[in-house]
């Protein structure tokens, strides 16, 4: 059973509807139990990262997510979802979970760039991982963020994307794997992606 974590945020249902398309079995939960019984978990949503901070610990799922991570089942964050995962990020100063290094900051201002970017853009892959197999090189995903992650580990990075400038849009370090891009609204590449993931080990 895959677990996609409820942490009372947007976009979860979609994710849900993706995963029945596959034909994999999910469960939206918070609860603990279920979450860290389950085969591998997915953290989506939209956000800001204060608000998402906040959700998980007033439900002590940031202490449910670190736990899992630690079991060596696959993770896979997508949009808020990779943003939480490092330590800082500048949106209302937020401590976020600290599991990657880095910290997440906003797009600097620019008469041409509108914030927060929406709509699709390339992902060019920039390291092997089997999250891109049968994914075409660049391809093309739904973003919408206004934030965006900087790791400090460069290894970790798996894709990038230019919007204004070259940011990290996709990270995979042991068990867990991220997406700035909503794999579950980028159509036939984001579906394979999605299926990738749930073929993990």
Not at 109 to 120: M, S
Not at 129 to 142: G, L, M
């Amino acid at each position: 059973m895959i677990a996609i974590i409820d942490y009372k945020a947007g976009n979860l249902t979609s994710v849900a509807r993706a995963l029945d398309r596959l034909g994999y079995e999910n469960q939206i939960t918070d609860d603990a139990k279920t979450i860290l019984a389950a085969e591998r978990v997915i953290f989506p949503g939209v956000g800001a990262a204060k608000a998402t901070m906040g959700n998980l610990q007033d439900r002590s799922l940031d202490d449910v997510l670190l736990k899992f991570y630690d079991t060596g089942k696959p993770m896979l964050g997508i949009c808020i979802g990779i943003q939480i995962l490092f330590e800082h990020s500048e949106e209302e100063d937020t401590d976020c979970l600290g599991l990657l290094s880095g910290h997440v900051k906003k797009y600097p201002a620019h008469k041409r760039l509108k914030v927060p970017q929406i709509g699709w853009n390339e992902v060019r892959q920039v390291r092997p991982h089997k999250i891109f197999e049968d994914v075409p090189n660049p391809a093309h995903f739904y973003f919408v963020n206004a934030y965006y992650p900087v790791p400090e580990v460069e290894e970790t990075i798996i894709g990038k994307t230019t919007y204004g400038l070259e940011f990290c849009s996709a990270i995979a370090h042991n068990n867990l794997v991220a997406t700035q891009f909503h794999l579950e609204k980028s159509g036939r590449v984001g579906l394979k992606m999605l299926e990738n993931f749930l073929k993990l080990t």
